[in-house]
């Protein structure tokens, strides 16, 4: 069963400078994640779509691959991931490369670890699910959220104001590491999240989106508690 790493990453970052290269523990952070994949033992092709030859060097000397530069089309801020997977895939389509799963790796996702992304395939394909996901749990009830409206907050579900948490539905996020995907439904659907999507929880410290400065920091902090 032949399964693709993919790790999409732009140069391009506002609010942190090069982020997907910026260090982390000393090395680019998308090091780590290229190291996770390659510990994994489970793909056949771990490669990095960028729009950056910066990048493409880091990438290639970390060991993954790049058989090609983004297009520009791609490369953009309103691209989305999928349009980025279905040109992953087109490419080694023409090369007579055929991939039944891909998954696909947020190159900040530094705290991912071999034994979630050997765990999340395992669900994957024992569970013949589209796609699935790592998952953190919300760690406040979201039923009593609050929304602004001129200046003041309003609750956005009063009827769950005197509810105990306990009886409260749990709701999860996604953790921002990795997706893995049936590359027939996603073709077929041309998205990941579907109505057949699984997922593996993970604890907090085991996972950190990274969008903010403070986001880095928390990613540091959650990096020393794991270790």
Avoid at 169 to 198: A, C, P, R, V
């Amino acid at each position: 069963m032949a399964n693709i790493c993919i790790i999409p990453a732009r140069i391009g970052s506002k609010r942190i400078p090069k982020k997907n290269i910026k260090l982390f523990n000393g090395k680019p952070i998308i090091s780590h994640v290229i190291k996770a994949a390659i510990s994994s033992n489970i793909f056949d092709e771990i490669m990095v779509s960028t729009d950056s030859s910066e990048i493409a060097e880091i990438a290639k000397k970390y060991g993954a691959k790049v058989p090609f530069l983004r297009s520009k089309g791609n490369a953009n801020d309103f691209a989305i991931l999928a349009d980025v997977l279905f040109e992953v895939l087109n490419v080694y389509k023409k090369e007579g490369k055929i991939f039944e799963n891909i998954c696909c790796f947020l190159p900040t996702a530094a705290l991912i670890t071999p034994n979630k992304i050997i765990e999340a395939y395992n669900s994957h394909i024992n569970g013949n699910y589209s796609s699935v996901v790592p998952v953190l749990r919300f760690s406040y009830p979201i039923q009593r959220a609050f929304y602004q409206v001129d200046g003041l907050i309003k609750l956005k579900e009063e009827q769950h104001i005197k509810s105990r948490s306990q009886d409260l539905e749990i709701f999860y996020h996604d953790s921002g590491q990795f997706y893995w995907i049936n590359t027939n439904d996603f073709l077929l659907q041309k998205k990941i999240f579907t109505n057949n999507t699984g997922f593996i929880e993970l604890k907090e410290y085991e996972a950190q989106d990274v969008d903010t400065p403070e986001d880095w920091v928390m990613l540091e902090l959650k990096d020393k508690i794991k270790n």
